[in-house]
C-alpha cells in the first residue's frame, strides 16, 4: 500500500534542528534509543508522518533509516520539505 509524507535531507535544516539540542543531552537521547554516535550529517533524515517529526540516520551497512529521536512542531525547520511516496 502507497503512503505519502514530507522528507527533509537539507544539511542546513537538520544541521539547525541538531544545534538546538546540547552535546550531552543529544548523546544521551542516542544511548537511550540503543544507538551509536552518529558520524555524518548526510546520513540524515527528517521524516514527517502524520503528528510526528523523527530524526532519522541511516548507519553504514544498514539498508534502511533508524528513527532516533521524536522534535516537536516548533522545532522543524521551515525550508527544505519535500512530499514523497512510499511503500508500507
Known sequence: ???F???NTSKEAITEVLQRYEKVQFQKMIENAGYS???KVANFKLIKE???CAVNYKYPGEREYSQLFV????EM???GWIWTMYND
Open 37 to 39: 554516535m552518529p558520524k
Open 50 to 52: 502524520f503528528r510526528t
Open 77 to 79: 525547520p521551515a525550508e
Open 1 to 3: 500500500m502507497k503512503k
Open 5 to 7: 509524507r514530507f522528507e
Open 71 to 74: 522534535i516537536k512542531d516548533y
